[in-house]
């Protein structure tokens, strides 16, 4: 399993390749040999990489990783694979519902700017209510169905108005 | 394992008002449980203090360890039947620890109709004693009981589940080794003089215990024969002569001294080694939960808020997070013990019934106890779905779920209508527990669905018998299902049933589950064994 690191604005993938007799990672493909890792204490320890030796301080919070090397500190984020695959939803403009459905209420409207995660829109289907909220920030471009209408599954339910590649909304 | 990150907007106007519901429905649900637990007739009282008898809590409290835990069960048993003259069902049960043990307690309630068992009296006692055999946990009956309430044996007596069952659990649960021990307080009279006879171990109070099939105004009415209760089954009879009960004791503090004694010659528990790491609390606090349960039965909510109160360190493995996303599966840590969590998240679809049905069997596999957090309005119905065989599929997860081996603990969070029950090990599927937070609602249906139902097949009948279409006739039906649902569906109503092992407050559950985790590993795990899925 790879590992996913990022420190200082940039993400790096980390896969161990070998273990004995030393440590092999590859860090975004690139090869790196890992050798005489000495625990010196609960916090510190020294390594050796590529050949040259360091002396590391190394505190962990929580996800966070706070490395003191060479008389710098870096703060390092391990972003957990699975965590990741979760957060990875498409980034669509257009909202649709998994089952057919009642709309119950409607929380906003044609031209309002919406932030993520923002309610858009309550339906109603299998006796449950559940709130549909946008999935990134923007305008509501639709609203395709009005309160009470009932839709089938997989339509769509609001649009929101599409990013140009200049981040720009059209 | 990541940490859950929660969404919850705590200062939102949508948590505010579901916590203000929320801690309405604890705060009258924990003032039901006071009233049940102390508020009894002085004349009841001043009678039992004349005997010199104590009331059952205080003899659990001395018996018990003291500064540790004690897992009530069903403290609202019985508590919308017989106009409420039967407060927790007329008995007490629970998990404590005795002696360094850990013992399912039942006791008998003398303060009300002199410790008589009700029907619901029997359906707990015999639940209790279910727990015990389940769970391999010892044992300890304070007995002090008039025996069956006369006026409703027909519903008591008889049947399989019924009085009858107390004993054959009490056999059963020595044929196991699981032990037993008596302490007899008042009078134990017929069935429930097999309570005593029945234990390995059995101690009387003098003066105040006794054990008899039949007591003194019956022997008189039967064969004449004048005799007192304590020359007809007392301590002296009992330990000198008969040899139905084993130690006299003095007092009922005497009684629970020597009770103790008794527990701490029994061996240490065996129990099988769980996966577990040193435990840590959850990150979120445990009185958010109020903000997270919508106060409309119908709103959707996200399990992981809820799981993220629950569980050590609010970390989850997640497994298949991307696939049968309204079925949330995955492995955690509670009270360090290792569980796999089945939660709903919406409807369950054919690709949420099959994952479910795929973890259930990763855990059986992996020995890790099962825990399933209901909030489900059922399998997804439509002409689409049934043609990808969403029954099929549903029943795969229930094959799965039934015949786990590993132990399996419910919690009814929300709403549990339907099929989904079913997948979801609902009371029918031998969850070791199964507790209830005091908003859930339960039904084949809910209310208002079965209100639109009947008066939808009364409609049809009219039409089809040609009869006048009365728009009075239908909204009655309409009407008067949704009326009787209304009390039906409640968890007060559940619990007075004993559909469940008890209300808790959602901030306890974390609490319950510990306690209940910590006991079900007493007994050996079986062989994972399963029946035929339909594929």
Redesign the interface.
């Known amino acids: 399993m790879s590992i996913e690191l990022s420190t200082m604005g940039q993400s790096y993938e980390i896969d161990v390749l070998e273990r004995h007799p030393s440590l092999v990672c590859a860090i975004d493909k690139r090869s790196v040999i890992v050798t005489d890792i000495q625990l010196r204490s609960k916090d510190r320890s020294s390594i050796t990489i590529d050949g040259k030796p360091y002396e590391v301080w190394c505190a962990i919070d929580?996800?966070t990783a706070w490395i003191h090397i060479e008389g710098r500190v870096y703060s390092v984020e391990i972003h957990?694979r699975?965590?990741r695959?979760?957060l990875?939803k498409e980034d669509s403009d257009e909202v649709r519902s998994?089952?057919?459905g009642t709309v119950v209420e409607i929380h906003t409207s044609q031209g309002e700017t919406v932030a993520t995660?923002d309610p858009l829109m309550t339906i109603?289907?299998?006796?449950?209510?559940?709130?549909l909220s946008a999935p990134r920030n923007g305008t509501i471009d639709r609203i395709h169905y009005k309160t009470s209408n009932t839709f089938d599954?997989g339509a769509v339910l609001v649009s929101l108005a599409a990013v140009s590649h200049h981040g720009q909304e059209k | 394992?990541?940490?859950l990150q929660s969404?919850l907007k705590t200062n939102s106007a949508e948590f505010r008002q579901n916590y203000r519901y929320n801690r309405a429905l604890v705060e009258v649900f924990r003032e039901k449980q006071e009233c049940v637990r102390f508020q009894r007739p002085d004349r009841d009282v001043q009678r039992l203090a004349n005997q010199g008898k104590m009331m059952p809590r205080d003899r659990i409290e001395k018996l018990l360890d003291p500064a540790t835990p004690f897992l009530e069960l069903s403290s609202l048993a019985a508590n919308m039947a017989y106009d409420g003259d039967s407060p927790s069902a007329s008995c007490i049960t629970g998990i404590g620890i005795v002696s360094g043990h850990e013992v399912m307690l039942h006791a008998d309630d003398p303060s009300v109709k002199g410790g008589a068992w009700y029907p619901l009296t029997v359906k707990k006692i015999v639940r209790c004693l279910d727990i015990a055999i389940e769970n391999h946990l010892p044992v300890v009956h304070l007995c002090d009981s008039a025996g069956g309430f006369l006026p409703l044996q027909s519903e008591l007596f008889p049947d399989k589940h019924m009085a009858g069952r107390i004993f054959r659990n009490q056999a059963i649960l020595s044929q196991r080794g699981i032990k037993q021990l008596s302490l007899v307080f008042g009078h134990c009279t017929a069935g429930g003089a097999y309570i005593p006879a029945l234990s390995d171990y059995a101690v009387i109070v003098r003066g105040t215990g006794a054990v008899f099939l039949a007591g003194p105004p019956l022997v008189k009415a039967a064969t004449g024969e004048d005799v007192s209760a304590d020359d007809l089954g007392g301590a002296n009879l009992h330990t000198r002569i008969s040899g139905t009960c084993d130690y006299p004791a003095a007092s009922e503090e005497d009684a629970i001294a020597i009770g103790r004694e008794i527990v701490a010659q029994w061996e240490p528990p065996k129990k099988w080694v769980i996966q577990r790491r040193p435990p840590d609390p959850p990150e979120y606090e445990a009185d958010e939960i109020y903000g997270i349960i919508p106060s409309?039965i119908?709103?959707?909510f996200d399990m992981r808020e809820i799981i993220a109160r629950i569980v050590d360190g609010s970390r989850l493995?997640?497994y298949k997070?991307?696939f049968g996303t309204t079925l949330v599966c995955g492995f955690a840590n509670l009270w360090g013990y290792k569980v796999g969590i089945v939660a709903n998240n919406?409807?369950l679809?054919n690709d949420s019934a099959l994952k479910g049905a795929h973890f259930i069997e990763l855990c059986n596999q992996n020995n890790t106890p099962l825990l399933f957090l209901q909030n489900i309005?059922?399998y997804?119905?439509?002409r689409?779905y049934e043609a990808r065989g969403i029954t099929k599929d549903g029943a795969k997860m229930i094959m799965a779920q039934a015949c786990s081996h590993v132990p399996k603990f419910t919690v009814m969070c929300h709403g549990s209508?339907g099929a989904g029950n079913y997948g979801m090990c609902g009371r029918a599927y031998d969850a070791r527990f199964l507790f209830t937070w005091p908003n859930h609602q339960i039904g084949v249906?809910?209310g208002?669905?079965a209100a639109q139902t009947l008066a939808e097949v009364k409609l049809r009948q009219l039409k089809r018998n040609k009869q006048p279409i009365n728009k009075n006739t239908i909204d009655s039906v309409h009407s008067e299902t949704l009326e009787a649902y209304k009390e039906q569906v409640t968890a007060e109503y559940s619990t007075s049933e004993l559909w469940d092992d008890g209300i808790i407050d959602p901030t306890d559950t974390r609490n319950a589950l510990g306690i209940a985790i910590s006991a079900s590993l007493n007994a050996p795990l079986s062989k994972n064994n399963y029946g035929v899925f339909r594929f």
Do not use: A, C, W, Y
């Open positions: 929580d996800n957990n699975l965590e695959l979760t990875n998994d089952m057919p995660g109603e289907s299998m006796k449950m209510q559940v709130i599954k | 394992m990541s940490r969404n409309n119908k709103k959707q493995h997640e997070p991307s919406g409807v679809f309005t059922g997804m119905v439509g689409e209508f249906m809910s208002e669905h």
